[in-house]
């Protein structure tokens, strides 16, 4: 018996230096000095603070800036702890319904008229519950009510949309998008 267990617990030890420690100690690395922007958060600072993530989206609820998707994480929304989307198929009535009130929302606090066409993120929450983009449709239809809040030239604001655009992930994957925090930023700089 003694024959077997030395090895055994021999290899116990090896291993869990070798896949609990050594490799994730390798891998924090290799992650810290490749990608060290990412690893630590993709965080956005301004004045040396920490004011959100590249990666992760955010309430915002006052006028002056472009509102991001709804988000179903958590009970209020963009809970990280809690990421996740909904679970409610397209036929569920109250996807349906909730829906309809964010589209009857949208196009009020936008002064759109009942026969625009409202972007489906702006309606419906990302799988994760905290997607930081928008489309570019979403913004462009949000930017005459950034511009009246800030009192700025529409044409302006739609300026800094553009700016602001990624193409699709790959050049292929997805539609064009905006970062909502980095547009909101930009705004706050512009005046």
């Known amino acids: 018996m003694r024959r077997q267990l030395v090895p055994a617990v021999l290899a116990v030890v090896v291993f869990t230096i070798l896949c609990g420690i050594a490799y994730p100690l390798l891998a924090t690395a290799i992650g810290q000095l490749a990608f060290g922007h990412q690893a630590d958060g993709s965080l956005v600072?301004?004045?040396?603070?920490?004011?959100?993530?590249?990666?992760?989206?955010?309430?915002?609820?006052?006028?002056?800036?472009?509102?991001?998707?709804?988000?179903?994480?958590?009970?209020?929304?963009y809970d990280g702890a809690a990421s996740g989307g909904s679970n409610l198929g397209p036929t569920n009535p109250a996807l349906t319904e909730t829906v309809a009130e964010?589209?009857?929302?949208?196009?009020?606090a936008n002064g759109l008229a009942p026969g625009v066409a409202v972007p489906v993120d702006a309606v419906?929450?990302?799988?994760?519950?905290l997607d930081p983009d928008i489309s570019l449709a979403n913004a462009l239809l949000q930017a005459p009510r950034v511009a009246a809040a800030r009192d700025l030239p529409v044409a302006g604001v739609e300026a800094l949309v553009h700016a602001h655009t990624a193409g699709a992930t790959l050049g292929f994957l997805g539609e064009r998008r905006v970062n909502v925090l980095a547009l909101n930023l930009a705004l706050d700089s512009a005046g």
Not at 48 to 77: I, K, N, W
């Open 45 to 77: 600072r301004r004045n040396g603070v920490a004011v959100g993530s590249e990666l992760l989206g955010q309430r915002f609820a006052d006028p002056r800036y472009f509102t991001p998707r709804p988000s179903a994480a958590g009970t209020d929304g």
């Open 124 to 129: 419906t929450a990302s799988g994760s519950g």
């Open 102 to 108: 964010r589209v009857a929302a949208y196009r009020a």
